[in-house]
């Protein structure tokens, strides 16, 4: 009897303590008594606050003894003589029966990091992560049990902070939030930052530590001049950007819609940013970004210390391939006069066969220096005639028909800034055509590993709770991600239309109801 009224407690508070339990806790225990054909006295007791609900229920049962009635001897006496008999065993036992539980959805600081590289092209990945992350989304800020668009919402609104990191070959901050920090300011063309190796022992990314910003430069194109957009290191498309500290369901799901797939995979540099934007010492970075009203004004303050009490910080890490390779231009390709001079089309020399073109300076083993005219249409690299050196880099290409000829044109020829050369030249095409050094170096996938080893032993070393799943990933990929989780059971390998499941799952343990004693 004792173990049916504790089983039919522990139901009760339970369902009681949920704040979205429209009853009163009395009318839930009372039910679950009625419906467990449990009979005795329960009292009731009820805490709860805007996001709390504390529910505790204790019951006085009367259990008939066995034994211990046999404990007093008149008892036996009284089997052979009643008349002899003293009633004075212990026929029953009062005991008690309870239970306390407690459903408790503190503030959240949330960082979603979401791989965005090429492969996430393939197999309907992005679509299906679309849908997943949006779900995920509903059931944070709005319903945990129902993540459907029109459920209705049971978490109080600023309650929930969510940050949505996008990542492939690179994170692009985006120019507000980078604006924030201490970046080296050699372009503003795009708004990533390459980290050195010990940045990822750290949590943070203090406001005044002097941070580089990774060159505008495309490292791939080796048969073209002028970039693709696309396979530039830093990301400039609609769904790059970082979405910083959001509560708006709307916002974040459109974010997620802009997500794009390409490019290569630096999982430790999606994670470092997740990690930055929980820690305390981006609360500058919150407070000016809600002067802008950029962030809403109810996060100030926000990230909040680890040591609060009423506050989870969550990183919720995805990824469907393995860290890959990371670019970054050398430092004396970063800034300062390059070796290519542009020449620009005047509006009334329509003489000029291709409009701007490039010339490139060379200096021989012996000391001379000429100056390259190499041959394009439009934007892809031609062999055969109208290429050609010499002395001078104000040297236009001038044509008549299909004559064509080298002639100065004085002051019509701009040496190039660094900057602005990676914003209209190909590195590749720099490194191929131009006979000067590679401009650009990279990081492979070891040390990458080691540096996302090192920032999630750092974010979990201060009581962050990391969720991370493997979404149709290869081994390594696996491997790296169940390290950084914060234990076997917050990783999820799925495939296909499983990632729903998981980024259902991971709401559900975020928000999870807890029986206490």
């Not at 920090?181 to 190796?197: A, I, K, P, Q, R």
């Amino acid at each position: 009897e004792r173990m049916r009224t504790q089983s039919a407690i522990d139901r009760a508070v339970l369902a009681a303590a949920s704040l979205s339990q429209p009853l009163s806790a009395q009318e839930v225990v009372e039910s679950y008594f009625q419906k467990s054909g449990v009979v005795g006295e329960v009292s009731i007791s009820e805490d709860r606050g805007i996001n709390f609900r504390t529910v505790s229920a204790t019951s006085q049962v009367e259990v008939p003894t066995r034994f211990m009635r046999m404990v007093d001897r008149t008892m036996l006496l009284g089997q052979l003589s009643p008349e002899l008999a003293v009633h004075d065993g212990v026929f029953t036992l009062g005991t008690a029966s309870g239970a306390t539980a407690i459903e408790n959805i503190p503030n959240i600081e949330i960082s979603l990091v979401l791989d965005n590289s090429g492969s996430m092209g393939s197999n309907q990945r992005l679509t299906n992560l679309k849908v997943a992350a949006k779900e995920f989304v509903n059931a944070m800020l709005c319903n945990p049990t129902d993540p459907s668009d029109g459920a209705d919402c049971t978490v109080e609104d600023g309650r929930v902070s969510m940050t949505i990191v996008p990542y492939n070959e690179q994170v692009n901050a985006g120019e507000d939030l980078l604006n924030q920090f201490n970046v080296s300011s050699e372009h503003n063309f795009s708004h990533c930052v390459t980290f050195d190796e010990a940045d990822f022992a750290s949590r943070a990314i203090p406001v005044d530590m002097p941070l580089q910003r990774t060159g505008h430069f495309d490292p791939w194109s080796s048969n073209r001049v002028t970039p693709r957009e696309t396979s530039r290191v830093c990301k400039t498309d609609a769904g790059a950007p970082i979405t910083v500290l959001e509560k708006d369901r709307t916002r974040l799901k459109q974010r997620i819609d802009a997500l794009v797939a390409n490019g290569n995979t630096s999982i430790d540099l999606g994670m470092k940013w997740g990690v930055a934007l929980l820690d305390p010492a981006a609360q500058p970075v919150v407070n000016g970004l809600a002067d802008l009203n950029i962030v809403n004004s109810v996060f100030r303050g926000r990230p909040v210390a680890y040591d609060n009490t009423e506050t989870i910080k969550v990183v919720v890490l995805m990824t469907d391939g393995e860290n890959t390779s990371q670019h970054q231009l050398k430092p004396q390709y970063r800034d300062g006069p390059s070796e290519f001079w542009r020449s620009t089309k005047l509006s009334s020399d329509n003489n000029d066969k291709d409009g701007d073109f490039y010339v490139i300076r060379r200096v021989f083993s012996g000391g001379s220096v000429q100056y390259y005219y190499p041959n394009y249409s439009g934007s892809t690299i031609q062999s055969g005639f109208s290429r050609g050196w010499a002395s001078q880099p104000d040297y236009r290409r001038i044509c008549s028909g299909s004559n064509c000829s080298f002639q100065r044109r004085p002051d019509q020829a701009t040496r190039m800034d660094h900057p602005d050369l990676w914003n209209e030249v190909a590195a590749r095409y720099y490194d191929s055509f131009s006979w000067l050094e590679t401009p650009y170096v990279w990081t492979n996938n070891g040390p990458k590993n080691d540096r996302l080893e090192d920032i999630c032993d750092a974010a979990k070393g201060q009581g962050v709770v990391v969720f991370s799943i493997g979404f149709e990933a290869p081994t390594n990929g696996r491997t790296v991600l169940r390290n950084c989780a914060s234990s076997f059971n917050h990783y999820f390998d799925v495939k296909g239309l499983e990632i729903s499941d998981a980024f259902q799952a991971i709401a559900s343990a975020i928000n999870n109801l807890k029986l206490i004693q």
